[in-house]
């Protein structure tokens, strides 16, 4: 049996599964990423017409969905749906999309 070793620093924004170079399993089914913030981060705000979002709090507390959240918290957010991120503390996240859609984020003024 052989094994193969991969780095998150190697990967394109913490994503690591998905339909995207480089990743550990090429696939159009789902991506998955972790992600890492500062406080004070922010992303703009956006929807996804195709994909399903799914965020875990790993760790720290961020603002999402006009909303704070914590260690633990799952967030499911459906195509359709404006969200805007900001780290509210330093903080992990695992994000799972479904599917792995290329091109599927839209920004809102």
């Known amino acids: 049996m052989s094994e193969t070793s991969y780095n998150l620093d190697n990967m394109i924004g913490g994503w690591f599964v998905g339909d995207f170079d480089p990743s ?48 633990g918290s799952l967030i499911v957010i459906e195509p359709g749906t404006v969200n805007a991120f900001e780290a509210l503390t330093d903080a992990t996240l695992t994000v799972v999309k479904i599917p792995s859609a290329k091109n599927d984020k839209y920004l809102v003024d």
């Open 24 to 71: 550990v399993v090429k696939t159009d089914a789902f991506e998955v990423g972790v992600k890492s913030y500062k406080a004070g981060d922010r992303d703009a705000r956006h929807y996804h017409k195709i994909a399903r979002e799914i965020t875990l709090v790993v760790s720290g507390r961020i603002r999402m969905l006009d909303r704070e959240w914590g260690e």
